[in-house]
């Protein structure tokens, strides 16, 4: 249905002129529990400032009448609260997440608006639970290691929680004294108790589940000015009432003595102090509603906490940080468990950007995202940011190469985003992240104006639809999308890295050995991981390399491998689009091969076998209009498969897509070089190719050993350039210089690239 937003906005003022003679003076100090509602969004403060611009500030506006035409509908149809049955996506599920978002919107248009109606709404639907919840068992879906009442989770009925509690704080005044007893006696507080004291393997754990939890009994807690349930919320259960080998079965065992839970280690943890959050942009995203919204009700309510200050405002950091991990369409990068599609867009980084711009110092390249996502909280945040963006203070968010480190200290590795022209390139060399994390280390992905071009595949799960195993996670995100060989990165003898094991890969983050973006004509991003694989050393070098004589910058990938012994190394490249061209010859089977039987290697469909000649091989591509090309470093013994996923998956549960895998046999060390360049373009209206042919005519190894590593990139001019980089010296001061030859190499730093004609 179109909505007439004009109509809907000319209503919305009409009825803030006949409520207006009820509006708080919000110079009263509130002296009893009456008086302090609203305040964990909302304050008396900001409803004054909604209520005198309603009608002049559009984004607000907009965002009312969305708000408000979806709830007339809803009231329309009638409250139901169904007996639960299903999983994500299921008709009982989804209505239940549907309840609690109209019930938070009810509560704000019923202060915005003074309309009973709104209040009303809240108060029968509140009782509706009120009589459902005593009675109601653990949710008959038996899967989750925390079943929840309402939905088959305890994350689901915390998600409930935290947004109810913002309805109830709206329509607090509005019920009486016994009204509120009631709903308090026999939902609320029974409510808290259960996804907390009785699951505490749920509660009691640093997680994004435990940080829903945290926040929705603390949320509860200020609406009740419950200190007991607060420091609950703030610090977790006490670990005198827990049995130490209690084990959560998602990952990990819940905390006990010595160590620190509830929403403050959820803070401390997960985020490093460039706002970098362990699990990845994907549940980061998810993560920042609980974590925003409750900071902003402890700022209104509990201001002395400092909240937004805390661990050096790494809140107001993490907002940033999930900016900068999103490509150009602000879509964020996939990292660990990831959706492909999920954005900025999404109502959580609504929230979190206004929250951010109203307690973060009124950063105005926030003001730009906002603009960009057309939608604000119906809050003191949301109306701030609309009063800000009409004033026209608004600056564009600019998205430049970044190291996000990883760790509650920063010191667990790091995730890079190196971005030149069109190109983004996200480089993995991270902790593990949580029960969320891949065994992926070293990984990359590389996105051109926002679009994949060589792809993480994400994860295995088709978020809330019941069709698809309930809408949870399938058993192909443990068998694939979380093995090595689904990335961009190097296996050992078919492998994962720590042998696929959550403990061993808990235990152990990549090194950071170089980051350099002062140069943007070669920026450069170095790692080291020692752990993966018992006695093998692996280094991974990327460069991105604006040519003068090229018109789009090009990416050299340098992986350096040692161990102690010989072993079988697979490089898989996961590239999106349709192959052009090949400067080799190659055999494609009648019947494809399996693999592999294990480790992900039995969903990969070998198609095809190329015959490698001489030092170099070329696969050019094209994807969204553009041609790639994809050049390598080979020896003949080397192997070139072609792949594809989605063997053994009667289900179809998998995307059949195709991947590139440069073996090496029966090596010790071994030295993986390529080149990926985007070089021209397509046009199916003009049917015209431009620049369809790589620009690198060859790449060689001019010297390799434990210190130095130098490779020469010839184009098809016959330019010829060197790079060259320290493997054990990465101190910016060091001089450095080496014999090749006839010719003499020099440089200062860890890194150069020099003219070789």
Known sequence: MKINYHFLIATITILLLGSS???????????????????????????????????????????????????????????????????????????????????????????ILGDEKYADYVKKMLFAYAELYPSLPKHPQTRSYARGKLFWQCLNDSNWLVYTSQAYDCVYNYLSKEEREVLETNLFRPFADYISLENPQFFNRVHNHSTWGNVAVGMIALVLDDDILLQRALNGIK???????????????????????????????PFSPDGYYTEGPYYQRYAMYPFMIFAQALQNKKPELKIFQHKDSVLIKAVDALINLSDQDGEFFLLNDAQKGMSYHAPSLVAAVDIGYHFGGNNPSLLSIAEKQNLVTLDDAGVAVALNI???KAQPFVKKSIELSDGPKGEQGAVSVIRSGDLELVYKYTAHG?????????????????????????LARFVNIEQKGGGNYLKENKTWAKQTVAHNTVVQDQQSHFSGTYELGSKNHSEKYITDFENKEVQVVSAVEENA????RLQRTFAIIKDEAQKNPFVLDITQVQSTKEHQFDMPLYYLGQPMKTSFTYDKFKTPKILGSSNGYQHLYQEAKAH???????????????????????????????????????????????????????????????????????SPVSELAV?????????????NSNEYTLIQIEDKKARQKVFAISNLNNRKDAQHQLKVGEKTYSWEGPFALKPNN
């Open 21 to 111: 003679c009820n509006e708080m003076d919000s110079t009263i100090e509130p002296n009893s529990m009456e008086d302090q509602h609203p305040g964990l969004v909302l304050t008396s403060s900001g409803l004054k400032k909604i209520k005198s611009n309603l009608g002049n500030i559009p984004v607000f506006d907009r965002s009312l009448a969305i708000a408000k035409q979806q709830l007339d509908q809803e009231i329309e149809n009638g409250i139901e609260v169904p007996i639960p049955k299903d999983y994500s996506g299921g008709y009982t599920h989804e209505r239940h997440k549907k309840n609690y978002r109209m019930m938070q919107n009810a509560g704000l248009l019923y202060q």
């Open 239 to 269: 670990a005198d009432h827990l049995s130490s080998d209690m084990k959560d079965n998602d990952g990990g065992y819940i905390r006990t003595k010595g160590q620190k839970v509830g929403f403050l280690a959820n803070l401390d943890e």
């Open 390 to 392: 009409k004033a026209g």
């Open 434 to 458: 949580l029960s969320h994390g891949h065994y992926d280390k070293l990984s990359f992905s590389l996105f051109d104006q926002g679009d994949e071009v060589i792809q993480d595949y994400g």
């Open 533 to 536: 694989y018992p006695g093998t």
């Open 612 to 682: 490698l000649e001489g030092s170099n091989f070329q696969f050019s591509w094209l994807s969204n209009g553009k041609f790639y090309t994809y050049t390598a470093i080979n020896s003949e013994s080397d192997e070139l498969l072609f792949n594809r996923i989605g063997a053994n998956d009667p289900e179809y549960n998998l995307r059949n897509e195709p991947g590139l895998m440069l073996r090496k046999k029966n090596v010790k060390d071994a030295l993986f070089v390529s080149i990926i360049e985007s070089h021209g373009t397509y």
């Open 691 to 703: 620049n369809a042919n790589s620009f690198i005519e060859n790449i060689k190894v001019i010297h």
